[in-house]
């Protein structure tokens, strides 16, 4: 096992990891921006290092800082958390060169799976459904209709050097279908240069599901089963849950044992996350893997009480999977609100600044993850999430409950914040039902709950 | 603590005025009204005096704005108020029960604003499991202010009456 | 089901029973006292009433201002939490006689378990084992002897009007019996007046082992498994676990259903404890019945998955228990640490005042039970409890490690704390074992860890 | 961030002072050192200067008593050093890596206390990757303290000299 890990990352994932080292009786190294210098996290690590500015392009991505730092403090790993260099195949690859071991799946795996075609091809060769479509342009209306027909309508035409939805039309049927392809070429033409289109399945109102999975280098691979994500708005995620709610048993196997062929495709290897949409008839697609923990592990965690960040330090470090599949159970249901500094009355605007004072839930069933304390400091160079409240409970309608009692309890003062906004969703019967779709923040949401 | 009632009521900014004027009065720090989904809260002190409501499915606690109207006349009507403020006194609730303004329903008040009271006097009666219990003045003086409505329920320390 | 329930306690208790409430859908009513006025946790009630002065016996122990605050604000029942009137069977009955359901046992129950020689006798009767002694005084030296041998020695040699261990004696054997009987009697007779003595088993290095029951109207008895509470200073305990470690599954079992028989032959109801003491070579004995809930009832919700607090409510609103023994299980180790504001270093003296930063621990496995905050006073009149850090992990090692790193995190200004004493008892080789008896930290851990 | 010796080198009073010193030339408000079980912590600022040591078995971290040796020269010689400071410069790391006072282990160091240099002299050189960087002071003075060891790790903005 390693004795010294260094965490390429920041707030509350470097602070989670951080957490996860100290169980397993591993010595941490953080690194720091300017923007992060003081904050309380950072002394919990044996190690600090500046690594530059507040800026990330002048620190947290500064690639030769980070991997200076992890040979002078003597790192044997970079755990490179979420976002910033965690899906950079590239600083991926500069950890290995320099004998240190990157916490992910090998630069190969990650840059075959970054790429949209080659992910896709990748999920067709392994049989996981993707949304159906032509593959390359419409030569003529003849092929416009045969391929409209087997994939079946609503289709979506879109212009091959799109964008902005210009160039973009749904055909409900056939009927409609030529006019829509000769209006989408036209304004593609205008708009453009290129009245080049494509042709693909329409998937109406559909739900964001996605599988965690884990894969270790002696060739187990294990889903721990699905989350659902479909409370987003703009496709930032604001609540998840596990198990997705109102999904049959059958496809929700079906959809797990497709993620585990996509990752063995690509021989993947440590935590992934294989995402698909779903439509209201539980017809499921692939759309892309995340070659990275999450956000949202958490409600998997806790589910099935496994620690997704130990068991990427141990896969990282060679060892094998200690559990078969039909030894990961899952037990109740586990919701997750992202607790963000920013306004929903006013647009969801960031609201960075000193938070005066901050007063978390406790009690049965409820986990905080967070670097935020009274008297922190938001810094306004990085993402806007101050934390996540995590609950864990017997039934969903428990944990629904358990969720709204937290949220109330939540006291925040000097910056604003989406709580009360995420707890009015929770009232919801559409929460409750489990319909939710991922454009209803959007259309309905917005609208009715502000 | 007290009851609030339908939402259109809880914006009533009069009703806002006397919890303010309430505050004031007593030297309160905040006061904070809540029942089910809709909630008043006034604060005092570094904080901004602000109110907060809650509506039926969506409570915005952490950020609705401090609508003026309502902030405005506790700010503006606090200098004069200051002077017999001073020398002020409250007769304050030795129990927790029901506020009687009156010995019967028929009967007239106890007491009103503008009579004079003895330490012994009798102002009102609080009732606790079925024992009704007179409660006099303690102080001489004025009354200035009945802080309570007939029949609410009271607790240890609450203010009742102001006297001068 | 309760449509409003008054909560006649403060602090973290009140906080528990107000989100159990919350959950439940229940409306709260909380009381407080000056001492207490303006407390963060009071404003998550839907009423609150003040009920006196600073002083407990002014305030939280005035039956006729709490009756008088549950039927101006129509409460229902009443919820005692644990000290104060928890124990009052005066209280329970004045409750029900004001129509108002008292959450707990019946006075009746709760009476014949708070006298001790009831208590003694009805565990006879119930052939629950009991420390054994002579049945009254030792009237001559005989029937010592005869004594001594049927319960086997050592014998603890008890002055009858006794106290401060004045007339105290231990006879490791037959040889120093007379000596010792009659040592006792002498300085029993100049210290009280009283000669009179009798004899009782004395147990070497007992731990503390009790076991956690409910019980409904309809008949239903249960035990959700024991709790070991062994490491306690001057009968305070500081750190409780559950399952006990270090005890074998029979004897497990055994004490488990020794105190379902227990509570049967007092016609319990509601949430109780049993506790007894458990010797080196696992022979135990009833000690007594708690008659309430407990300080370290987490613990056990967190390793059977059952709120309860909940559960009290359930019961004493008529409802049947939702679960056969069969179906209650123990999956892995749950550890508390009580945070009490006491400062080791100066003989645990109690350390109140403001407490000027407040940040707790989080992340997987860590539950926190608090009602302080950044800038919250801890007032000097009740007890120094700030708060309870629970942990909950698959094994007993990880989850002393997820202690650890959970007490480093916790960060406490203003008021000194018992968090890092805590921390060096779980690293002993002792606690690793589980061989720590209740007088382990006066004899051992007041000399090497401090 | 740097290591620290066994416990008996923790409480030595004159590695206290001079860490207290470098707090000072340097206005950092925190000065934090862990190593294992081992930890020395310097606060400035609203907090009381304190050291706070962990014991091998213990730490005592909320509470241990801060040492009157060790906070009491910081305050007494605070005053003298002020004037000198008003006027001081830093040269920084600009990266993170080992600090080399030297060209190669034979030679003498690039600058000594007492040295007159200019933006261009080089005063160091920091290793990163095996790669080795000289670094210019950037500034002119005369070089009054050298503030890192050789071969010690540096990280960015990392005060590496003094200059007046």
């Known amino acids: ?450 | 603590m007290s009851e609030v009632g339908p939402d259109s009521e809880v914006f009533e900014v009069n009703r806002i005025k006397s919890l303010i004027k309430l505050m004031r009065e007593n030297d309160l720090n905040e006061i904070d009204l809540k029942h089910g989904e809709r909630r008043i809260r006034l604060r005092k002190g570094d904080l901004p005096t602000q109110m907060i409501v809650g509506a039926p499915s969506y409570a915005p606690q952490h950020y609705a704005p401090a609508p003026a109207p309502a902030a405005a006349p506790a700010a503006t009507a606090q200098a004069p108020a200051v002077d017999d403020d001073a020398n002020a006194q409250f007769i304050k609730s030795p129990m927790v029960g029901t506020f009687y303004s009156k010995p019967n329903p028929e009967a007239k008040p106890y007491v009103q604003v503008g009579d004079q009271v003895t330490a012994e006097t009798i102002v009102c009666q609080i009732e606790a499991m079925k024992m009704f219990s007179e409660i006099p003045a303690g102080v001489s003086g004025t009354i200035k202010a009945v802080l309570v409505k007939n029949q609410e329920a009271v607790d240890v320390n609450k203010p009742l009456f102001k006297i001068v």
């Open chain 1, 1 to 450: 096992m390693f004795k010294r890990i260094l965490i390429a990352n920041r707030g509350e994932i470097a602070l989670r990891i951080i957490r996860a080292c100290k169980e397993m009786g591993i010595e941490t190294v953080a690194i720091f921006s300017e923007g992060d210098r003081g904050a309380a996290y950072l002394d919990l690590a044996d190690q600090a290092f500046c690594v530059g500015g507040a800026r990330s392009h002048e620190s947290y991505l500064k690639i030769t800082q980070i991997i200076a730092a992890a040979e002078v403090s003597g790192a044997e790993a970079i755990h490179p958390g979420f976002g910033f260099l965690s899906e950079n195949a590239h600083f991926n690859e500069v950890c290995r060169d320099c004998k240190i071991e990157f916490i992910g799946p090998s630069p190969k795996a990650m840059l075959s799976l970054g790429d949209k075609n080659t992910a896709r091809s990748l999920a067709i060769t392994a049989q996981v459904p993707v949304v159906p479509g032509s593959d390359g342009l419409i030569e003529d209306d003849n092929q416009a209709i045969e391929v409209a027909e087997s994939i079946g309508y609503p289709v979506l035409i879109k212009a091959t050097a799109g964008g902005g939805g210009k160039g973009m039309r749904v055909a409900e049927s056939r009927d409609v279908l030529l006019t829509a392809l000769q209006q989408a070429k036209t304004e593609a033409q205008a708009a453009f240069g290129n009245g080049g289109v494509y042709l693909e399945k329409y998937v109406l109102n559909p739900r964001h599901v996605e599988v965690q999975i884990i894969a270790d280098h002696h060739g187990n691979v294990v889903h721990l089963w699905e989350r659902d994500c479909s409370v987003q708005r703009r496709h930032q995620k604001l609540i998840e849950q596990s198990p997705a709610p109102n999904l049959s048993e059958k496809t929700r196997k079906a959809i797990c044992e497709a993620a585990v062929r996509m990752v063995r495709a690509a021989d993947y290897t440590n935590a992934g996350t294989v995402e698909f949409i779903v439509d209201p008839n539980e017809n499921f697609y692939f759309i892309e893997v995340n070659a990275r923990i999450q956000v949202e592990h958490p409600v998997t965690e806790m589910v099935t009480g496994i620690d997704l960040i130990q068991q990427q330090i141990r896969i990282a470090a060679g060892e094998p999977l200690p559990f078969t599949q039909d030894q990961i159970k899952t037990h109740g249901t586990a919701i997750e609100c992202r607790i963000n500094a920013e306004d929903p009355l006013r647009g969801f605007m960031p609201s960075a600044g000193k938070v005066t004072q901050w007063i978390v839930p406790g009690g049965l069933g409820v986990r905080i993850d967070s670097h935020v304390y009274a008297g922190y400091s938001v810094p306004p160079y990085y993402d806007s999430m101050l934390g996540k409240l995590i609950v864990h409970r017997n039934t969903r309608e428990e944990a629904i409950a358990c969720m709204l009692r937290a949220l109330e309890e939540l006291k925040v003062e000097g910056v604003a914040t989406t709580a009360a906004f995420q707890a009015a969703v929770l009232r919801t019967p559409e929460f409750r039902d489990g319909t939710i779709d991922t454009k209803w923040v959007e259309r309905v949401a917005l609208q009715t709950l502000l």
